[in-house]
């Protein structure tokens, strides 16, 4: 089992940037897989981004295509969300999550561990 914790979050005017990270400890994180989710408010939870185990491939929701960046840092088990251009549109919950293979993944199901989410505000 993999433990997370997001970091990051917080109120931002539109067209602002933050920077989301999320640690992890547990079994060997170089090996997993990593994704962002989020959910805003009356909606369910929807794919953002993810990350190979190696960090070399990288996928992204069409909604934040060129906006936001994920990376990670397997010496200090972290992975990063960067979130530029911001939308009152993104005004979620941000969540990372992990899976216990080597390939990224869009869908939720694929991931075994989670985080319990960090608030992202844009304001118009």
């Known amino acids: 089992q993999v433990q997370l914790v997001e970091s990051g979050g917080g109120l931002v005017q539109a067209g602002g940037s933050l920077r989301l990270s999320c640690a992890a400890s547990?079994?060997?994180?170089?090996?997993?897989?990593m994704g962002w989710f989020r959910r805003a408010p009356g909606k369910e939870r929807e794919f953002v981004a993810t990350i190979s185990s190696s960090g070399i491939n990288t996928y992204y929701a069409d909604s934040v295509k060129g906006r936001f960046t994920i990376s990670r840092d397997n010496a200090k088990n972290t992975v990063y969300l960067q979130l530029n251009s911001l939308k009152p549109e993104d005004t979620a919950v941000y969540y990372c999550a992990a899976r216990g293979s080597s390939n990224g993944s869009t869908s939720e199901r694929a991931y075994e561990d989670w985080g319990q989410g960090t608030q992202v505000t844009v304001s118009s």
């Open positions: 547990g079994r060997t994180f170089s090996r997993n897989a």
